[in-house]
């Protein structure tokens, strides 16, 4: 195809004056970030920025880091990832699934720039890929909640229907069930990642339905605030800590903390030990960090949850051990085996128990 | 007192100095808009407008940038004026968009992985296909029963978003990507690309269709007598009855023709700079693209124009983000200014200022 | 699916509930039609209440103040499209989506500092006796005074609109400006009012979001509330009471499909999140096909007093 030759080879014209433009500052390390939100939405954006400052806080003088908010995961990509390799970053964090094929396409092209590819799956020389293992805060979530519910119904509000969320569902209703066995699980799938207001009403819809639990997999604290006005519901905070409705309703978080990855990788650009890896960490790096667990939660629940998190972050417990049977009876971990990650990666099952279909 | 006086016909000059003008004030109320912002206002002001063209290290990209952006929000514009002028409110450019890229894509899966030449025809017919349905909806009902199409169009969006969150996890799911939902991709299959026609010119088949849509455009609506029936519509819906125009033909001509417009804008967004179908993959052209079509005054040659000046905000917004940190808001607001001021400057064309004589009447 | 959870009391009451912020745009923009004005920027003058009250409720720890200044920052804001497109005569459909940008810029930009922090909150009214009243009492009469507000609003326009002599006007103004021109009416300033009215409604639609419905700040929280407003007002053919049924059906219907989710009601999730819209459609498809209509007839179109 002469198309694609000469395509690289305007590719490799730009990649080399990249990397002389690169030289010429290289004395300050570029770290750039491609958003899918804005940085101020609470959630997945505003956490990623956090790490982004942790970087900044780490290394001071020695980095610049840039960014790019709200691009969108369709045409523009492949774009604002091009530019910001143009302008001369050494390392781009592209932070949501939706850049996988325009990240790899880029770094085709820029062979000198390093990129990290938040929960994706492809992978290149220059491209590693990082996420974390949210099912593992699920888990500990499900326990409390299993504990905590008094009419044994927990609701749930879910975004779209991916392997992420899906694990996540299946993560805490097992340990939900395990210290509860009637509690049933109510899931209002919002077809958004961020509308607060629909949020609010999918979780009032669940209060109403009789559920004194709110899970959600959403970013806003709309969910939190319908239940604080509700009474008597409990809640976790989502992606950020979420503080400001503790004690109540929300009892603990799930927090995602990329702080910690991002001043190790952008370290490793910097005395060039970077290479290529597949990172999917949890509770036990912190990557995955569980939010103060308020005294609205009984002592004991509070150390049993406790107990799991470490247990979890030791490496003794993972939250998908068999016998576990998926939602039509059909068998799908023996007793003790332990879920592989491909099995995680691409979850589009509910466990036994779980009603209802997972909408496809 | 000022008032305004009609000039007895548009003024030539202005028609050409109005945008210079209104870029200018944009200039001017942005600068300090951006020195309020703590960020150095000349120099934002140059990355926006200037570094997209001529920066000697990243110009031969955006350069090409430009057309690619510029190419789907133009083809839709196109499309979408000549609606407008008949009086005919096509607000759901956007859904059309969606179902345009959602047909063409199937289209062009269902024959995976074959390399025949004729995959990456029939998924542009898909796509125009496609948007022409949806489109064919609100004109169907406002035909047969008086059902306005603004709100028909619009609601649509949301069903389209719908559909296109459902068939980017079941239908179109790329059964190799490990569960994960989106499509395969498409630009990574010689068959169903949307390549460049000449290598870094950012010229690909889309632009060249919304070029070759410009034409088009220009041609029917000064030739042609469906033009001539299509603005008396627009300007006088009585007299166009009694010309015997059809109005619920020009309905589903103009509503079909900005349908299938937005259609293939959709096809080749998603075997192009998109790639693949994903559950966010629209970005708001359909909407943007109305905008375009306002700002080029309705006029093809107009909105070909307008559509290279929104991609030129964009991509120089995009730049200002990301060598001077100023917020993604900020640029948004500059576009919201920018479009203030030339839809405000616009009325020197056809008015002149008079100062010190009584208001009239 | 055990669909008897769903308390049909609770479900009026909510979707009273979600239904007044459209209800609150839709009635301004309303009034802005119905002057012949189309103002698209509702959203834009949405999210700019919607910061603005949130700031003010904050800072004066008091939500009252916060719902006066939405409404005053919002139709502050809608007098810069009122200029535009009413003394320089600019294209209205293509300033109205100007106004949606300006509006959704600035709102982020003013509402950085205010982002993760809570608003005081609007008590709900327990009026003694008629809120007590079983069934009818919770479901009606134990809601924030905005709910009430907003309905009040429908009546006064109208009334307004029907019974008063500058309804009157308005309407001429919007159904042949050139007429209500020889008949001696200052078109502009009937619509600069119009349209900052419908400023200001939709400031307090966006307020009530903020404040009430979601509470919080975040940007771009009102993620489209606006269009829908806008599509009420078509599908209300313009007539005060049925945009009160459009927002009110657009709302039940959207709750109710969340809670039929919430019970388990064995309809694919895809249908029921489409559900709003498509019922919408169908109902108004019902309706122009019995011939109601009612677009003033100078909606749209610029004026200038020479022609």
Redesign the interface.
């Known amino acids: 195809m002469t198309f694609t030759k000469l395509l690289t080879s305007a590719a490799m014209a730009i990649g080399l004056a990249s990397a002389a433009v690169a030289g010429s500052h290289a004395e300050k390390t570029k770290v750039g970030f491609i958003y899918v939100g804005p940085v101020g939405d609470g959630g997945w954006t505003y956490e990623h920025d956090q790490g982004r400052k942790a970087v900044v806080e780490a290394y001071g003088d020695k980095v610049e880091t840039v960014y790019q908010e709200n691009v969108p995961e369709g045409a523009d990509a492949v774009r604002a990832i091009t530019q910001m390799a143009l302008t001369g970053a050494d390392i781009i964090f592209t932070t949501s699934f939706g850049y996988m094929d325009p990240t790899i396409e880029v770094a085709a092209k820029f062979p000198d720039v390093k990129f990290e590819h938040a929960t994706g799956y492809k992978r290149a020389d220059n491209v590693s890929t990082y996420s974390a293992r949210f099912y593992e805060g699920r888990a500990i979530q499900g326990h409390i909640a299993g504990k905590m519910t008094k009419t044994n119904k927990i609701g749930y509000i879910a975004s779209f229907p991916i392997p992420e969320v899906i694990r996540g569902i299946n993560a805490a209703y097992i340990h939900a069930k395990k210290v509860n066995p009637d509690v049933e699980f109510s899931i209002i799938w919002a077809y958004t990642w961020f509308d607060p207001a629909k949020e609010a009403d999918a979780a009032r819809a669940l209060i109403e339905n009789g559920a004194d639990v709110v899970l959600q997999h959403t970013d806003s604290t709309a969910p939190q605030a319908a239940a604080a006005e509700a009474g008597g519901v409990i809640t976790f905070g989502q992606a950020s800590d979420m503080g400001e409705y503790a004690p109540m309703p929300r009892v603990s978080s799930i927090i995602d903390n990329w702080g910690p990855y991002y001043v190790q990788q952008v370290g490793r650009v910097m005395d060039g030990t970077w290479e290529s890896v597949d990172t999917w960490d949890g509770i036990a790096p912190g990557m995955v960090g569980i939010g103060e667990i308020s005294d609205a939660v009984p002592a004991d629940v509070k150390a049993e949850a406790l107990a799991m998190k470490d247990a979890i972050a030791a490496g003794e417990y993972h939250p998908f051990t068999g016998p576990l049977k998926k939602q039509d009876g059909s068998d799908w971990l023996a007793a003790g085996e332990t879920a592989s990650d491909g099995d995680l990666l691409g979850m589009g099952f509910y466990v036994e128990g779980l009603t209802g279909d997972v909408p496809n | 007192m000022i008032r305004l006086e009609k000039r007895p016909q548009p003024s030539k000059i202005w028609t050409v100095m109005t945008p210079v003008l209104a870029v200018f004030l944009t200039m001017i109320i942005g600068g300090v808009m951006f020195a309020i912002l703590g960020k150095p206002p000349l120099e934002a002001i140059r990355t926006i407008f200037w570094d997209p063209l001529f920066n000697a290290q990243f110009a031969s990209y955006t350069r090409p940038q430009l057309l690619v952006k510029a190419g789907p929000l133009i083809l839709i514009a196109i499309g979408l004026s000549i609606g407008f002028r008949a009086g005919i409110w096509n607000i759901g450019a956007e859904g059309q968009y969606i179902m345009g890229a959602i047909f063409g894509a199937a289209a062009g899966l269902a024959f995976y992985p074959s390399d025949s030449f004729l995959i990456f025809p029939l998924m542009i017919m898909a796509g125009a296909f496609g948007g022409f349905v949806w489109a064919m909806i609100p004109a169907i009902l406002r035909t047969a029963f008086r059902t306005n199409e603004i709100l028909v169009s619009l609601m649509l969006v949301y069903v389209a978003e719908a559909v296109l969150a459902s068939v980017s996890q079941n239908l179109l799911r790329n059964p190799e990507g490990m569960g994960f939902p989106g499509s395969r991709n498409l630009s990574q299959w010689d068959a169903s690309a949307n390549r460049e026609i000449i290598a870094n010119s950012g010229m690909h088949w889309g632009v060249l269709t919304a070029f070759v849509a410009v034409i088009f455009a220009y041609v029917l609506m000064t030739r042609h007598i469906q033009g001539f029936n299509i603005r008396l519509t627009g300007e006088a819906p009585r007299a166009a009855r009694f010309a015997g125009v059809m109005p619920a033909r020009i309905v589903i001509f103009c509503l079909g023709l900005s349908g299938m417009l937005a259609g293939m804008a959709g096809l080749f967004e998603v075997a192009g700079p998109a790639g693949q179908i994903s559950i966010d993959f629209n970005s708001g052209y359909g909407f943007t693209a109305i905008i375009v079509a306002f700002l080029g005054r309705l006029h093809p040659v107009g909105i070909l124009l307008a559509g290279l000046l929104m991609a030129l905000t964009y991509i120089g917004g995009e730049l200002a983000q990301l060598m001077l940190g100023v917020p993604g808001a900020s640029i948004q607001l500059f576009q919201g200014m920018l479009l203030f001021f030339l839809l405000a400057t616009d009325v020197f064309i056809n008015f002149r200022l008079r100062i010190g004589q009584a208001e009239a009447a | 699916m055990d669909l008897s959870?769903?308390?049909p009391i609770?479900?009026v009451a909510?979707l009273m509930v979600?239904a007044t912020?459209i209800l609150f745009a839709a009635i301004g923009e309303l009034v802005v039609e119905k002057a012949g004005v189309l103002n698209l920027g509702v959203e834009g003058m949405m999210i700019t209440g919607a910061v603005v009250g949130f700031a003010v409720a904050v800072n004066t720890d008091s939500p009252l103040p916060g719902f006066a200044a939405a409404a005053l920052a919002a139709g502050v804001l809608s007098l810069?499209f009122g200029i535009?497109t009413q003394y320089?005569?600019?294209?209205q459909?293509?300033?109205g989506?100007?106004?949606?940008?300006?509006?959704?810029?600035?709102?982020?930009?003013i509402?950085?500092p205010y982002?993760?922090?809570?608003s005081p909150?609007l008590p709900d009214l327990h009026i003694p006796g008629i809120s007590e009243i079983p069934v009818v009492g919770p479901m009606l009469f134990q809601h924030d005074i905005m709910v009430y507000v907003s309905i009040a609003l429908v009546a006064g326009v109208w009334g307004f609109l029907k019974y008063s002599r500058l309804g009157l006007v308005l309407r001429a103004v919007g159904e042949s400006h050139d007429a209500a021109?020889a008949l001696g009416y200052k078109v502009v300033r009937v619509r600069m009012a119009a349209i900052f009215f419908g400023g200001a409604c939709a400031g307090l639609g966006g307020a009530y979001?903020s404040l009430v419905?979601?509470?919080?700040w975040?940007?771009?929280?009102?993620?489209?509330?606006g269009?829908i407003a806008?599509?009420i007002v078509?599908?209300a053919s313009w007539r005060p009471w049925r945009v009160l049924i459009g927002a009110y059906l657009f709302g039940g219907v959207?709750?109710l499909q969340?809670?039929l989710?919430?019970?388990?009601a064995k309809v694919?999730?895809?249908i029921l999140?489409?559900s709003p819209?498509?019922i919408?459609?169908l109902v108004?498809?019902v309706i122009?096909?019995r011939?109601a209509?009612g677009?003033p007839a100078s909606l749209g179109r610029s004026f200038?007093?020479?022609?």
């Open positions: 959870s769903i308390n609770l479900l909510s979600s912020p810069s535009l320089l005569l600019s294209n459909v293509a300033t989506l100007g106004l949606t940008l300006v509006g959704l810029g600035l709102s982020s930009l509402g950085k982002e993760g922090m809570k909150t021109h979001l419905r979601v509470p919080q975040t940007e771009g929280m009102t993620a489209g509330a269009w806008l599509a078509v599908f959207t709750v969340l809670n989710q919430a019970a388990g694919p999730v895809e999140s489409m819209y498509l919408t459609i108004l498809v122009s096909a011939g209509h677009a200038h007093a020479s022609h």
